[in-house]
């Protein structure tokens, strides 16, 4: 499977999905590039917003805090562009990449709000110099992907005590810590509970079209020694109906007001089918994952990606050519499906915007 | 995607998915291979048991009434290596390869069925010499295509009503002229509706592992102009939210005495979503599909594949190496979740033991 068998395996737990590469001045955006994981692991420098912008767009980097982080140094990298002599010059280019790198996806408000606090620090630019603005925003992107490390394993204390011993736990696409700067929100759930000697089995959804769960979630669960069984997307109904699952968490890539949440497509027939069983369902998201400017779930807008996903599986034709495809990247769960939701500040449960707002507010 | 781009228009409706070519002495049995669909159309010629047992087990002939009509000629096949002179070698021959072929595939009861069906025929054989007996027992296997072909016509003329005109039909796996002789079980339902002038729109499941429906359903509802959406199996449940879906069909590879329907992988969560947002659920199946010797769903032996299927998807390597995989190819649609099963007889509705036993009676 792997030209380099033996690289993947020093990585365990020293995961660095995106990270800033050398100074403010010179370095670069270091990505994992994910499109070629479990069969190597290789990283992508992104020396300017064009190359980091097709990262995102092609899902190089993807999950909703990694984008953020990107993104955020994509900034600095538009601002350096303009070399660093010129303020005036340096926060015109700081924009411009913000806006630009806005219009990658749509779905996960991470990126929004990443770029909001990137935009906010050329706001309050005001005598800094080219080369001071610089290094204010290179600082800012630094501090999310710091927080993110933090905020992970925050969540991680905060839901470990869900995972039942024993248990299965059913997972779908990849909220890892190739989603995060490094740990995960659903999957650090789960290494927290893992670290405190839990034993339990992961089922992971392969995550069709482009098998998030097979490529990222089984291989991250495989590092970190966590048993994990892959099944297909559409097995995961008849695993709760045989009694393999006790538990199913992911991730978010945008939760409104009320707690209805986005995530990959296929979660909402997930949390259908959990309900159904009796099984509990859990997101697990960092605060910055909320748009509280939305009330309900019908507000997000749904990335549609190109049909060539679908009818060609790893790339070869599987359907007819010319057929007709439905690809929404992401669908909506609505809250009452939702039995809690894990972030920094706490719990969320039951899932009302009551709640949301009250957890949300804690320190 | 297609080699002879232009030679699969030619079969919309002139579809052979198992049949005999020759006589009962020289034939072969010719048999499209769906592995290769829907790139290629090309014909697969069985002269031996061995042959046709490899393409039951490797699916290029699928379909609980293709692989029953398959496993008959297979009969024949048999049959035929022992020549034709000596009637005892020619029975032996004949129930060696029956009993060889019900090792192929466990799950669809047709293959048990249609064996069941030769090996009486050789009971019944009496005085017959070598070469009658062949030939009775071709005439058999051509009888039990000839049925299969009359069955979904009128599989078709009972369920054809139920189609919703200007709404979206949801099926998973492929139940179309591919998985019979010509015209198919739950796609002959769509089929008669279409020729009726019935206007509809198709959802077809891709159906992971093998893609059944991209590969097949979607080929064959193209090739007969009806529209189709090809989407995930992981969408079913948000095209249903988004009110695409009002009608939801497929095939079945065994059916207990009590209705519980044993399909494709994936089938139960469909018919759980279909609940759950209250839209009515279908099987299309002839009687061969009923094991009425087994009281409920708990009794059907459920086949687990190999791994490579779900970690090689196009047979290219999406998982890491060594990862565990669940891989069953179905599962149990309980009968409480099954709105009606139309077969050749009428309309079993509602699924109960009783209703059961009392369609099937019918003439």
Redesign the interface.
Known sequence: ??SE?DK?AGVATDLKTVSWAGDALTGVVRLIDQTKL??ELSYLDCRDVAALFEAIRSLRVRGAPAIGIAAAYGVVLGARSAGWSDARAVRLAAVEASQYLRTSRPTAVNLFWALDRMERVVERAGELNGRELLAALWVEAGSILEEDRRICRAMGQHGKGLVPAGGGVLT?CNAGGLATADYGTALGVLFAAAADGVEFEV?A?????L?QG??LT??EL?QRGI?????????????M?RGKIQMVIVGADRIAANGDTANK??T???A??A??HGIPFYVAAPASTFDLAIPDGSHIPIEERHAHE???????????????????AF?VTPAELITGIVTEHGMIAPVNPARVSAVLARP
Chains 1, 2 share one sequence.
């Open positions: 499977l792997s068998p993947p479990p069969g779908h089922y959804d392969e995550t069709r079209p098998l097979a490529r089984a291989w495989q048993p994990v069984t892959l099944i297909c997307d559409n097995m995961a109904g008849w695993m109906k497509i296929g909402y027939g997930v259908v089918l309900r159904a679908v009818t060609h599986p790893q790339g070869r034709a599987a359907a007819p050519e010319g057929i007709r495809v439905a690809n929404p669908d």
